[in-house]
């Protein structure tokens, strides 16, 4: 493993054992990179290099574009996505993979919670990268369904993965009550498409199991 830092994001690199293999960016709340990567390689999954990124600002460097707390506590979303995500394709990408064995074979984009709304996210803002994983993904952010059916991604992917928790859908907020329907119209707009996708779910809330369900849509895209 090697890292470096950049504007305050720690971005650390886990390299494949060799060139031409696949590159997955995860964008990360803590720096969850090394359990997720050991997580992949105990699964099995194929050879494949991770970049993790960490020191986020979550709620601003993950949100396409302002709205307000959900809760009275909580923090705003202040829409600095477009930012961060030219900051990780100009700056972290190419440093990144001056550190991989050689020219990857393809980039996916992955992530959880927000991240995962990220991921999805980055498609229509940028061509880099050819596969994504939204796991337990923040699509009630408000609009973003809207956003997805009315614009065009940069390029089609070659497939996309959707995960949730069985009971994420099960809480007082009327507006991340909708993240299981708009979760399954999303997943189903882009099938409709002709796009490689799927829908898993998994037990439990929203907290639970957060790195084996990432490494299971990780290794769902290595292995199409």
């Known amino acids: 493993m090697t890292s470096f830092t950049v504007e305050k994001k720690n971005v650390s690199i886990f390299p494949a054992a060799g060139p031409d293999r696949p590159v997955i960016y995860l964008n990360t709340f803590e720096e969850e990179?090394?359990?997720?990567?050991?997580?992949?390689?105990?699964?099995?999954?194929?050879d494949f290099s991770l970049v993790a990124v960490s020191g986020l600002a979550w709620n601003h460097d993950l949100s396409p574009w302002e709205t307000p707390?959900?809760?009275?506590?909580?923090?705003?979303?202040t829409g600095g996505g477009e930012?961060?995500?030219s900051l990780l394709t100009d700056t972290i990408l190419p440093?990144?993979?001056?550190?991989?064995?050689?020219?990857?074979?393809?980039?996916?984009?992955?992530?959880?919670?927000?991240?995962?709304?990220?991921?999805?996210?980055?498609l229509y803002q940028t061509d880099r990268f050819t596969r994504g994983a939204s796991?337990?993904?923040?699509?009630?952010?408000?609009?973003?369904?809207?956003?997805?059916?009315?614009?065009?991604?940069?390029r089609r992917p070659d497939c996309l993965y959707f995960s949730l928790g069985d009971k994420e859908h099960k809480t007082?907020?009327?507006?991340?009550?909708?993240?299981?329907?708009?979760?399954?119209?999303?997943?189903?707009?882009?099938?409709?498409?002709?796009?490689?996708?799927?829908f898993q779910l998994n037990p439990g809330n929203h907290f639970q199991n957060a790195p084996e369900r990432t490494v299971r849509g990780i290794q769902w895209m290595l292995e199409r």
């Open 33 to 46: 990179g090394r359990q997720i990567y050991e997580l992949a390689q105990a699964a099995g999954c194929p």
């Open 69 to 77: 707390s959900l809760t009275s506590a909580g923090e705003p979303f």
């Open 83 to 85: 930012t961060y995500l």
């Open 95 to 122: 440093r990144a993979e001056e550190m991989l064995p050689g020219p990857a074979s393809w980039r996916g984009v992955a992530g959880y919670s927000l991240a995962g709304l990220f991921a999805v996210y980055s």
């Open 135 to 154: 796991i337990s993904g923040s699509l009630w952010f408000p609009n973003i369904k809207e956003y997805i059916f009315s614009h065009k991604m940069k």
């Open 172 to 198: 007082r907020n009327p507006v991340m009550r909708a993240v299981r329907r708009n979760t399954e119209e999303i997943q189903a707009f882009y099938q409709a498409q002709g796009i490689g996708t799927v």
